[in-house]
């Protein structure tokens, strides 16, 4: 009887032990706290010119914080490109991407809420050397030429089309334009959130309908 009652105790011990270690590995996380990894260290050229980078949106969810990518302190890394109009097909024309042209950088959240977002852009040379930094305020329906280029890459807007759960979310989105020939495209970087997965499982938002000239996806 002894001998069942100490086996009791080792194993409620072991499954505490064990809940313990999960706890630590795996913190639980609030909705409206946002627990964010240091990745400073992997801010660099070469890293961020290897994402996966796509157009249309990221997502800031008042309501509930951690569903959403944007956050305080939150990096996003952002390639800044031009293309060539392969026909003149006004209905389905075709682009080509001019990858010596791109330009690679992040953003990094320095403050948000609904009615405007501030972050700080910083872009590498095209050595792979972080060429400049600049800091912006966006407001709500504002855009932004954050590599001063003269063309607008960015807004901070309220959704046509609201989805269930991110009622009162705002879009960062990224603006590309088959007139200006200019792509802005962002890859989210899943390491810096808890559990190093996107959040709500998403890897970003498609426009729909697509901004002035869609989007072209990059892989590396």
Known sequence: MKKVFKAGIVLVLGIAMLISVAACAFPFQSPDEVVLQDISGTLNFTSISRQ?????SVLYNPDEPSSGQLAQGVHLAVRLGKVDLENGDTEQPSFSDREADARYGYITVDSINKESISFTYTEY????????????IVGLDERADINRDGLVDITYVKPVRKRPGLEQAVYLTFLSSQEELNTSMFAVLPEQYSRGVYPSGLMGIKNTPPQSGGVLKILP
Do not use: L, P, Q, T
Request: no cysteine; glycine share 18%.
């Open 52 to 56: 996966a980078f796509m157009g249309g």
């Open 125 to 136: 040379a095209a050595e792979g050397n972080a060429s400049h930094s600049s800091s912006f």
